[in-house]
């Protein structure tokens, strides 16, 4: 009985050190592959001015800029991505118009979210809508 016991505490042993190994290697190559998909996703963007979507499966991928890489990061304080709007032209269409008019006020209420440290997960899902919208819009128009 004592043999069946210390081999099933060692065997227990083995199974919790494995188990942090894999742990670790899982880990390491998460944040790998997430590294590899910004410098992707940044790349794009500066090759097609337009920022890639996750597919829909994924709800939210947030990274942030790294710290002196010789590109400009983002000025603003707890910006949560490198990449930055393009710029839109003056249009006429008052559909776009009026996006853009939301979606200044959806940035309003972010910025004033994160000023009082509450959470922005709503906020940033309803810019990145609206602005989806403008795109879909201006591409109609």
Partial sequence: MDTVISE????KQHGESLRVQARQAMETRFRDLLAEAMHIGQEYYADFGVALKPPPAITAFRYKAAAGKGKKATAKTGAKSAIKPVPRPVTADPRI????KTLAQARKKLEAARAAGKPTKNFDDRIYEIEDEIRL???AG
């Fill in 8 to 11: 099933y505490q060692k065997w």
């Fill in 97 to 100: 118009t009026a996006l853009e």
């Fill in 137 to 139: 819009a201006a591409l």
